[in-house]
């Protein structure tokens, strides 16, 4: 089984910045994806960015040039990196673990960008 627990949501004006982590426990396959996704009120949850064990990424169209997904492999972290945020950004963000066919969810965090 895989845990993942989420942390460095909150409420931010439109312009600010905010970094997301995520933590990875149990039996995790070295060989994994990891990667954030959102889901705003009333919308369907979609992929903001993911990052391979090795290291590649890809962002959603809407986050290009914004955000920036890392991850620490000898923590089973990820991180992202929230810049220039807008009021469109405001969403739950969930964090996914991707190894051998399953995925595994955070609880997700909640990220406001408000003035």
């Known amino acids: 089984q895989v845990q993942l627990v989420e942390s460095g949501g909150g409420l931010v004006q439109p312009g600010g910045s905010l970094r997301l982590s995520c933590a990875a426990s149990?039996?995790?396959?070295?060989?994994?994806?990891m990667g954030w996704y959102r889901q705003a009120p009333g919308k369907q949850r979609g992929l903001v960015a993911d990052i391979t064990s090795g290291g590649a990424t890809n962002y959603a169209d809407s986050v290009k040039g914004r955000f920036a997904i890392s991850r620490d492999n000898a923590k089973n972290t990820v991180y992202l990196q929230m810049n220039s945020l807008k009021p469109e950004d405001t969403a739950v963000y969930y964090c996914?673990?991707?190894?051998?066919?399953?995925?595994?969810w955070g609880q997700g965090t909640q990220v406001t960008v408000s003035s």
């Open positions: 996914k673990l991707t190894a051998r066919g399953i995925g595994y």
């Open positions: 149990g039996n995790i396959f070295s060989m994994n994806l």
